[in-house]
């Protein structure tokens, strides 16, 4: 390829290794729908401070341990039904396969620790290769063993296309560069995208809010890391699952009675928050609910884009509407 390469120029894949420490490449790698993914290696530096009549560093004190140096990957696409499915189970982990029921229903949430992998030990659970394509030869950078440290969606009128989206922050136990990929992967559909102007209910705790909500976002993590002090060696450690939903909505008497709320004293009094896309039954292509139940935590007024209020929803686990007891479960069809 004549001239200088540029991010455009570039693919970002992902793929799902059955086999831990064994990276893949083949035509079932997901091109995903990114202008880039940021790959680093940080050096796990140290500085040992020492009084030596100067007022800054010392190359006698600084050293750089490289044998704890675990890449990561960041980076931002659309949360379509397809990426969803394909990305949700890196963050939640499960044991056995995610699978969707008869009608294409894929149901997602974090696993109570009975259920969590020990994929170096057992090869089970959710962890890819990810593979940055160049297109000059022999140029590609391949990070292996990687899985979602953590996760946000968000979805805002004006923001990202006005569709609901995700940023990721990936770490991976093993980075390659200088790769030569011999597969040619398939590109990640963005036909079906979740709109913002395509929703069709928004709930506290039951209360119908929709007409009030003006944007939304969730911050998930399950604190991925290595043991042995995450050692590239160690085994996958998911500490604990948390969950904060952000959300901006009109200033008004609704507003201000969820106000009281984050003043109230007493048990934590948490409610489910519910956003959905469809009739609140999955059962075509862009269709949607994302639950989560926790208690308001705070409220903020915010005048930048009119007269509006921002609450913080803290996640946790609890009488989930019935059965289901969890900080985070979404619903989304996808064949």
């Known amino acids: 390829m004549a001239g200088h390469t540029v991010d455009l120029d570039w693919q970002y894949t992902l793929e799902k290794q059955t086999v831990w420490g064994t990276p893949v490449d083949t035509v079932a790698a997901l091109v995903l729908p990114t202008e880039m993914l940021e790959i680093v290696q940080d050096a796990d530096v140290h500085d040992i401070r020492v009084a030596r009549g100067i007022r800054g560093k010392h190359e006698d004190a600084h050293w750089s341990d490289k044998n704890i140096t675990l890449p990561t990957v960041q980076g931002s696409m659309p949360a379509t039904p397809q990426l969803?499915?394909?990305?949700?189970?890196?963050?939640?982990?499960?044991?056995?396969?995610?699978?969707?029921?008869?009608?294409?229903?894929?149901?997602?949430?974090?696993?109570?620790?009975?259920?969590?992998?020990?994929?170096?030990?057992?090869?089970?659970?959710?962890?890819?290769?990810?593979?940055?394509?160049?297109?000059?030869?022999?140029?590609?950078?391949e990070v292996s063993d990687a899985v979602l440290q953590s996760l946000k969606l968000s979805l805002h009128p004006t923001e990202n296309d006005s569709v609901l989206w995700m940023d990721t922050q990936w770490l991976a136990a093993n980075f390659l560069d200088g790769q030569e990929p011999s597969a040619t992967p398939v590109l990640a559909s963005i036909a079906t995208?979740?709109?913002?102007?395509?929703?069709?209910?928004?709930?506290?705790?039951?209360?119908?809010?929709?007409?009030?909500?003006?944007?939304?976002?969730?911050?998930?993590?399950?604190?991925?890391?290595?043991?042995?002090?995450?050692?590239?060696?160690?085994?996958?450690?998911?500490?604990?699952?948390?969950?904060?939903?952000?959300?901006?909505?009109?200033?008004?008497?609704t507003a201000e009675a969820m106000k009281a709320e984050v003043l109230a004293t007493g048990r934590s009094g948490g409610k489910h928050l519910k956003l959905q896309w469809g009739n609140g039954t999955p059962a075509a292509a862009g269709e949607a609910n994302i639950w989560t139940f926790g208690a308001l935590v705070s409220a903020k007024p915010d005048y930048k884009e009119g007269e509006m209020i921002t609450f913080t929803q803290d996640c946790m686990y609890g009488d989930y509407s019935g059965a289901d007891e969890y900080p985070f479960l979404m619903t989304t069809q996808y064949a």
């Not at 020990?118 to 959710?126: D, E, L, Q, V, W």
């Not at 911050?219 to 959300?247: D, H, M, Q, W, Y």
Request: a negative charge; hydrophobic letters at 40%.
């Open 84 to 141: 969803i499915v394909q990305m949700l189970p890196y963050l939640l982990q499960a044991h056995t396969a995610w699978t969707a029921d008869g009608s294409d229903n894929w149901k997602m949430y974090p696993h109570l620790p009975a259920n969590l992998p020990k994929p170096k030990a057992t090869n089970n659970g959710y962890y890819g290769t990810i593979m940055a394509r160049s297109p000059q030869t022999n140029d590609s950078i």
């Open 193 to 253: 995208l979740f709109e913002y102007a395509n929703l069709t209910s928004f709930t506290w705790g039951g209360a119908d809010i929709f007409a009030d909500l003006f944007s939304i976002e969730w911050e998930f993590t399950f604190g991925a890391k290595r043991a042995k002090n995450n050692l590239p060696s160690g085994e996958l450690v998911l500490p604990e699952f948390s969950c904060t939903t952000t959300f901006k909505m009109e200033a008004n008497a």
